[in-house]
């Protein structure tokens, strides 16, 4: 046991000290230090903050870690990452992975598998990367957009605020209020007007129902009615103005020639003419047609 000197056991500790920092610092980085997990790469032009020790999650479940980040300097743009994965995990051919990124910043890999009857990846094979435009990058590109809207916006408020700082929207308001009042009014009064017409109803429809049963008489009692000798008197009717019509219109009948002589009409005419000259004329001297003398003496 003289070998066990004070420096050998100091150096004991001080091994097995590093030992067990190295394998706390690998467990803290989520790399496995005993197990034997399967190592893949992949292959990006950017990596956007991935390192050594970032999650590799598969469907949302984390199967792996970043082993290591190296630049292929014999490639422009080109970054390999080397993704320690389980050994259970299949990995078909297709698969990719995405660097995905949240609001806070934290960086991590998903895999989209391909399709399973491609058949699977063998140990260090290469799997293709790219990366998902996030939240963030999305906001970034809208960023131009937006300050082009700014003084726009800009005008909007200006617009909106000496709008507010006008007294007449102040009376608008006003009146609104006003309008909403009457419009409350006739509310009321449609529900008081809905509420009488609930309680005439009833008598309404008692007297529609008794129009309804006088119009059912009614047409009971023209049923009845002898259509065919109604229309057989109209047709009678009917052929005798013809007839009168036809004897006005005959020009060698009396009534006709009556109508329809034009020197009868001019001697009727003149007749009338005559006899109103004759009446003027004896309103005016009326005693050289009517001879009254009372002493017997003949008036000149």
């Known amino acids: 046991m003289k070998y066990f000197t004070k420096e050998v056991k100091i150096a004991l500790v001080a091994i097995v000290a590093i030992v067990v920092l190295f ?8 790399m496995s230090v005993f197990s034997s997990n399967d190592v893949y790469y992949a292959c990006f032009e950017d990596i956007s903050g991935l390192s050594t020790s970032s ?14 980040v190296e630049y292929d300097y014999e490639h422009a743009n080109r970054i ?14 297709g698969t ?27 140990k260090g094979d290469t799997i293709e990367g790219f990366i998902q435009e996030g939240l963030m990058s999305k906001a970034a590109q809208m960023v131009p957009q937006v300050e082009q809207m700014l003084p726009k916006l800009d005008s909007i408020l200006a617009s909106i605020n000496t709008l507010v700082a006008d007294p007449a929207l102040s009376g608008t308001l006003h009146n609104a209020e006003k309008l909403t009042a009457g419009l409350n009014t006739v509310a009321r009064q449609v529900n008081q007007l809905t509420a009488q017409l609930n309680r005439e109803m009833p008598k309404m429809m008692s007297k529609a129902q008794g129009v309804l049963d006088n119009t059912e008489t009614l047409t ?11 229309m057989q008197k109209v047709d009678a009717t009917l052929s005798s103005l013809q007839q009168l019509t036809s004897a006005l219109n005959n020009p060698t009948g009396s009534v006709g020639m009556l109508l329809n002589d034009a020197q009868l009409y001019e001697n009727l005419n003149s007749t009338m003419r005559s006899v109103d000259s004759l009446l003027i004329d004896f309103k005016l001297h009326p005693r050289r047609y009517i001879n009254v003398s009372v002493f017997g003496k003949k008036a000149k």
């Open 23 to 30: 394998i706390g610092m690998q467990f803290l980085k989520g």
């Open 55 to 68: 999650p590799v999650y598969a469907n949302g479940y984390r199967v792996g870690v970043v082993k290591g």
């Open 80 to 93: 390999v990452a080397a993704l320690d994965l389980d050994p259970k995990l299949h990995v078909a051919k």
């Open 96 to 122: 990719r992975a995405e660097i995905v990124s949240d609001l806070l910043g934290n960086v991590k890999l998903e895999l989209r598998f391909g399709e399973p009857q491609n058949g699977q990846m063998a």
């Open 220 to 230: 009971g009692n023209l049923s009845q009615i002898n259509l065919d000798a109604t």
